[in-house]
C-alpha cells in the first residue's frame, strides 16, 4: 500500500492549488481516502473524506464551499481542489486511507507523506 501526496505549493491569497493522491496497491472502490493537514505547533485535522463505495464526500466546516475532493478511479487517484485559499489554510497536507475515512487522524491507517500548502497574505 502506498499513497503519495503532491501539488502543493505557495500561492497568494485567493489562489488555487490543486492537489493529487496516487495510490497504489489497492483500489479507490475498496478503501476510504481522507486529507489530512497540519499546521506549524497544531494538531494534525481531517479536511475532507471521500467513501468508497459511492464517492461521496464530506468537508470540515472550515474548507466547505471551496475545497473539492474527488476521485479518478481509472487513474487510482484522488485529488483535493482548494479554491480561494486562505492564510489560516497553510499546512503540510496528507491523504491517508482505510477501510472507513475517519476524521481522526489516530483512526487512519495508512498515511503518504505530506505537501507543503503556503497561502501568503
Known amino acids: 500500500v502506498q499513497l503519495q501526496a503532491s501539488g502543493g505549493g505557495l500561492v497568494q491569497t485567493g489562489g488555487s492549488l490543486r492537489l493529487s493522491c496516487a495510490v497504489s496497491?489497492?483500489?479507490?472502490?475498496?478503501?476510504?481516502i481522507g486529507w489530512f493537514r497540519q499546521a506549524p505547533g497544531k494538531e494534525r485535522e481531517g479536511v475532507s473524506c471521500?467513501?468508497?463505495?459511492?464517492?461521496?464526500?464530506s468537508y470540515v466546516e472550515s474548507v466547505k464551499g471551496r475545497f473539492t475532493m474527488y476521485r479518478d478511479n481509472a487513474e487510482n487517484t484522488v485529488y483535493l481542489q482548494m479554491n480561494s485559499l486562505k492564510p489560516e489554510d497553510t499546512a503540510v497536507y496528507y491523504c491517508?486511507?482505510?477501510?472507513?475515512?475517519?476524521?481522526?487522524?489516530?483512526?487512519?491507517?495508512?498515511w503518504g507523506k505530506g505537501t507543503q500548502v503556503t497561502v501568503s497574505s
Open positions: 496497491g489497492f483500489t479507490l472502490d475498496s478503501y476510504g
Open positions: 471521500i467513501s468508497s463505495s459511492d464517492g461521496g464526500t
Open positions: 491517508s486511507m482505510d477501510r472507513v475515512c475517519k476524521w481522526s487522524p489516530y483512526d487512519m491507517h495508512y
